[in-house]
């Protein structure tokens, strides 16, 4: 892939396309978070996040994982405060994902588990490896699968829910599609490809309509009926500040590429 502004700190890169950021863990062999990890994760879509010019980013692993979650060695030193501290360290990396106001898509390239299941869940639209796996084994070391966990439910219901969170038990990407936690599942050799693909769609559209749906998916997520239909008028009549829904329609009409400004 051809890259401009490309950038790296340390265990995590940051690569740029037109208006695609791809954001790739990479701390050989299995990208498992430990604090510099995840401060360089909340920091790397803290600075995109500010940039007005990012229209989706991708969120992936290098090598043969996504992450297969946290280090076992920090997990086994805390104390209850560190354990409070580290934890929240986590939520705040992986919500500085989940609220991001442009859309974003996991690229599931192998083992997603733990706060790498979280990673994927915080994202809006996820592609997985047909040898993806991806699962909540926290259960099986002490402790209960928490913060973005609580995303579960929502995506799969309370039964399967319980099964993932109370066996530990990873699921295969075809499961996980058929459960819906999963969008598209590849082949591991078309994984970038089919990724890249729905990434260059999304950012083709609307930058401002963009930015706006996604506002309002993260509200749908957590307000109420009433409150949340009371946002998509506004945010409907907000576009047409902007002279984008217009440049849409009449490209629609005239049967070429939009261009946006």
């Known amino acids: ?45 803290q600075a995109l996040a500010a940039d007005p010019e990012v229209r989706v980013a991708v ?3 290098a090598g043969r ?31 500085a994902v989940h609220d991001a106001p442009f859309p974003t898509i996991a690229m599931v390239n192998g083992a997603c588990l733990g706060a790498g299941f979280e990673l994927a869940m915080a994202c809006d639209l996820c592609v997985a490896s047909s040898e993806a796996r991806l699962g909540l ?24 829910a319980a099964e993932l969170l109370f066996t530990g038990a990873a699921i295969t990407a075809e499961r996980a599609l058929a459960w819906g936690l999963v969008n598209r599942v590849v082949p591991p050799g078309e994984l970038r490809a089919a990724t890249a693909a729905l990434a260059t769609e999304i950012a083709g559209y609307a930058p401002t309509a963009l930015r706006l749906q996604k506002r309002l998916v993260i509200q749908w ?12 008028i506004e945010a409907f009549a907000d576009t047409y500040a902007t002279g984008e829904p217009r440049e849409a329609a009449s490209a629609y ?6 261009r946006f400004r």
């Open 253 to 258: 009409l005239e049967k070429r590429a939009p």
């Open 221 to 232: 997520r957590t307000s109420d009926l009433r409150s949340a239909v009371a946002a998509g």
């Open 137 to 160: 084994p926290e259960i099986r070391v002490g402790v209960p699968s928490v913060i973005e966990a609580a995303l579960l439910p929502a995506l799969v219901g309370a039964a399967r």
């Open 65 to 95: 994982a996504m992450t297969a979650g946290m280090q076992l060695q920090v997990l086994r030193d805390l104390d209850r405060a560190s354990a409070k501290a580290m934890i929240t360290r986590l939520h705040q990396a992986i919500n």
């Open 1 to 45: 892939m051809s890259t401009v502004g490309a950038y790296e700190d340390g265990e995590v890169r940051v690569e740029r396309e037109g208006g695609c950021a791809w954001i790739t863990l990479d701390r050989p062999p299995l990208n498992l978070f430990a604090p510099a990890l995840i401060d360089r994760l909340r920091a790397a879509f």
């Open 59 to 61: 969120v992936t692993g």
